[in-house]
Structures are given as C-alpha cells and as structure tokens.
C-alpha cells in the first residue's frame, strides 16, 4: 500500500508553480544606478583614478590622502599597483617610491585580486595617514590600486573632522592637485604645503595654479532595491539565481505555461544584455565589489559553468529563437573555461584554491557536472560526445574517493590535499550538491559506460546511508549526523528530489522508496506558504572544519539558495506521482 500525500499537501506541480509565481512577482529584470560606494575593508581592493578626477596630461601631479585604521600595533604587507611614478608617505615617513614609467599588473584569484608591488610598513593602534604623490607618465591611463591581506585593517577618511558623513561613504580618499611639474624626481623631493596644512578649506597655488582638497571624480554603479542581505535579489549573476532561472524553464517546459518560459528567456536575456556595462565598471572603473561584478572573469564554477545552466537549457530546446547566437557565444566561453582552464587535481577532478590551494568542494560537483554531462546535448561529434560523458563519470569517481566518507557512505563538506587528516562535518546542502550531481550524470550517460555500474553504486549508498538520518517528520538536519542540529529545508528537498528521481529512473526500487519520497515530500511542502514563500533555508556557507559554524548560519525565508531546490524536487515528485 503506498503512502499518499498527507491532506494538508497541495500537488508538487502546483507547490512549483506557486513558488514560480512568487518569484515572478518579486523579480524586476532592470538595475537601478547609485553612487559607487568604495568597501572600508582595506582587505578589498581601494582604486583611485587620477586620471579622472584632474585629466590624462603627462607630468602632472596629484596628491592622494586617506588613513588607514588598526586596532593595534602591527606590520603588515601593503600591495599596490599604479600606471605612474609614485612616492608614497605613512604618517610622513616615506615607505616606496618609484619614478619610472609602469603598468598595472595583477592576478584575478578565485575570491581577491594580489597586485604586483609590496611593501612592508608599521602601524600604531589607530589611524594612519597614508599620502600617495603620483606624477602621470603618458596620456592615456593614470590609476593606483591598494589592498592588504590583514582583515582587521579598515580604510577610510577617519580624522578628517571637516568631512560629513556622507561624504565618507562615497570615497576613502581626497585629492589634489592636477598641476604640470617639470621634473617627477624633484617633485618628490619637494614637500608642498597641502602636504602639512590639514585646513581642508585652504586654498594652494603652485605657479598661479590655484588648487584644493576635493574628492574624486564619482562613479555610478548597479544596485537592486529588492536586494535581501544574505543572498540579494533573483535577477543576480549568481548559481542560485540561475538555478532558479533553470527550474522555471522546466516548469514551463513541463506545464507549457508561457510566463514560466519567459521568465527563464528574460534572466537570460537580463545577463546578455547588462554583460558589457558590468564589464566597463569592473574593468576600467575597477568595481571589483560592485553588483554581478563576479560576470567578469572569475575563476569559481558558482559563476561560470552553474551560472550557465539556463542558457544551455534554452539552446538545447530551442534551434531558433531570436537570441541563440549571443546564448551561444556565452555558452561556448564558459565551455572552454570549464574544460581548458578551471583548476583541477590530477586525477581529474574541479578542486580550488581556497580556502587553501586545491581544497575540493563537494558543491563543486554539482557546480560543474551538470554542465559538463548536458553538454553533450549539444554537440552531434560522437568522439566529443563520449570525451565529454567520460570527463563528467570520471570527475564522479575522483570527487568520491576524495570526499566520501568509506564508513558513513556521506559526503564532507570538502577535503584540503595539503591536510587529508581534516576532517569537514557532513553539511546537509552540500552532501544534496553532490548527490543531485550523481543523478545528472547517471540520467546524461549510456547505461554501458564503464563507470556507470561504479556511479549507480555510490549513489545507492548514499542514498542508504542518508535514510539512517532522516528525522522522524521526514526531513534531514543541517549537520547530517547530529540530530540535535536544526531540521533544513533546502537540503532536504534536494534529498527527496534525488530519491524521486532514483525511482523515476529505474534506479531503486518503486514499492520500498516510493513511500520514503512521499513521506519526506509531505515534510517538504509544510515548509512551503500559501503565497509561495518557502522557509527554514540555510544561508550560503563557506567551509569550515567546526560544525558550529554551519550551526550558527541564519536559516532565512525564501533564500534563493533554497527555492530552486524544492522547486526541482517539486517536479520530480509531480513525476513520480503521475507515473
């Protein structure tokens, strides 16, 4: 006798669709323009534009002045990078100066920037005047960058008493300055008297060129006014974002509903056409924290090939629609990231490099092997074909053999190679990552693979050990193994979606399953509001070896984290029940 849906559950189709709607309703694919607003964390990148604020003239010079704040006595590295000669000063000492011509060189990393120039400098508890003197070298770019690893350091216009408030929230720095010197080598050596007077209001001339203390020139930046704190807003450049984009493109896929394609036609359309003006802020007005600023050149699968997968949905289903050619183009860009250029371990599989060089993330299955195994929908090479279903069965078994556990058949959130004795916690959303994972793979490959009796096997297993911690009303603790951590939505219906599936597939058996599916579905919809809104989601989580940590992580409404989780597994139970 099956279980049935219990009498307070809608049908998961119409739980979908609801969830759908809601989003709809809550999504305006349009930016709203704001004054950039620099971060105080020196850890971030701190960019100046002289250029900007006093023109492209060479042998001109500017000042530059900020403090740099510290809760205590320290030395710390500064990095920097400039276009021009630079002298620069930290509490009137002089810490580096260099008068030849140069460019700005840097390395984008997974989650910073490291620039090319370091120096070491003291700091006392408190604030810190750095002064930056910056003579242009050409007529074309003048810019200096600043950054430094010690998270403690703030930056920021904090003992300039005659600066509002507000003004300290649109810029760490003030300048002046802009006035043609004869010799860069002298200018340095002199010490002009905007350099000691700290009167803001005075007013300097340097061969009747008359000159003040100002800000820089302000730049505007994309904001989202819907924009929620631990995850934004459904219209970002972001995994989760997209993976709502994705669910709604197959709920329309699935009910034929014209606004649910839409809407996954307009996200898409959204990133396409707003990809150049991103661009153009990061890269020339280097807003490297500015909103959706992650489009430009990340090296994380959370902004390439996951963000992809509704653009590869749409150009697998439909051959004519008006904008193939830009999905295309997008799509092959991430293609040749993910299979040329990501970061891998040698036996194969995405690993990164942080929180330390070639830490493997279980997220990162589900972050790139959707991707890599619907790829072969769009290529008609069969030796591509094949390569490609090999890369995404092989990437499986590495991911396992690293990450799974032998004993408890669960995944850990993720497995430093420099400290295989770590041991991460099983966190419930990131086990979810990498067995929804597997049933990607095992759905996109021949069932006369090699590895798919291997991958089936882990599956199962999984799937076994997971039942072992299911909580009596049908859901699965945030920490997989500790019944005393708090019950969670997203990665529970992730779950329920894989054991769905299983049984959809012919992967495990119908009569035994089938009510375990219902019985954690009907867990699932409770966590679901009549307008649509869904609840207990676990905020975005890093990695980290103490499972308080993941404890300790908010559980918010409506997180998109989570609402295309219980969406998908809406689906495959609206499946499992109609077969």
Known sequence: MFTMLNASAQSPIAVSEKIADYI????????????????????????????????????TLAFAVTDIHSSKDTTVQLEFSTTSAVMIQLNKQMVYKNIQPTQLKFERNERNIVLDKKTMVNLH?????????????????????????????KIGLYDFIQIDNQVTKYTNFLVTGGFCITNTEDAFKVEFPNENNSDLTSVYNYNDFQYVWTIPKLELTPANPNAMAYWGAYNNFNYHAAGLAWA??????????????????????????NRPFITNQVKN???TNCLDFMMVNTPLLDFTSATAMPFLFQLSEDST?????????????????????????????????????????????????????????????????KSI????????????????????????????????????????RANGWGLWAITEVLKG??????????????????????????????????????????????????????????????????????????????????KIEP????????????????????????????????????MMCGLEMSKLLTN
């Open 531 to 566: 307008d649509g809104e869904v609840e207990d989601i676990i905020v975005g989580s890093m990695t980290n070896q103490d499972y308080h940590y993941y404890e300790n992580q908010p559980l918010v409404k409506n997180d998109s984290h989570g609402m295309f989780c219980v």
């Open 285 to 287: 007005f280097w807003q």
């Open 321 to 385: 629609f008006n904008e193939r050619s830009a999905y295309s183009t997008f799509y092959e860009e991430i293609k040749q990231y993910i299979f040329h250029q990501q970061v891998r371990l040698p036996e194969g599989n995405f690993t990164r490099k942080t929180p330390e060089i070639y830490t493997t993330w279980v997220d990162d299955m589900f972050m790139g092997l959707p991707f890599v195994i619907h790829s072969t929908e769009l290529t008609s090479d069969a030796a591509e074909k």
């Open 125 to 153: 508890k408190g604030n810190n005047q750095l002064l930056i003197k910056s003579v242009s070298n050409n007529e074309k770019d003048w810019k200096f960058l600043l950054s430094c690893g010690d998270t403690s350091l």
């Open 248 to 273: 709604i493109a197959e709920l329309g896929k699935m009910t034929d509903v014209k606004a649910y394609k839409n809407y996954a036609r307009n996200y898409c359309n959204f990133i396409i056409n």
């Open 389 to 428: 279903q090999d890369d995404a069965a092989s990437q499986v078994i590495a991911f396992t053999n690293i990450l799974l556990d032998k004993k408890d058949s669960l995944f850990h959130h993720a497995k430093m190679s420099a400290h295989p004795e770590i041991q991460f916690p099983y966190w419930l």
């Open 445 to 526: 490959l021949p069932k006369n693979h090699v590895y798919y009796p291997a991958i089936l096997k882990i599956y199962k297993a999984n799937v076994e050990a997971l039942l072992k911690h299911q909580d009596k009303n049908g859901l699965w603790h945030n920490i997989i193994n500790i019944p005393s951590s708090r019950v969670e939505t997203s990665g529970s219906a992730i779950i329920t979606l894989a054991i769905a599936r299983g049984i959809n597939e012919g992967w495990l058996d119908k009569d035994r399953y089938r009510p375990i599916a219902i019985n954690a579905w009907n867990a699932v919809s409770k």
């Open 24 to 59: 709809i309703d809550h999504t305006t694919f349009q930016y709203r323009l704001q004054f950039y607003q620099p971060s105080h964390l020196l850890t971030e990148l701190q960019y100046l534009d002289f250029g900007r604020s006093f023109g492209n003239i060479k042998n």
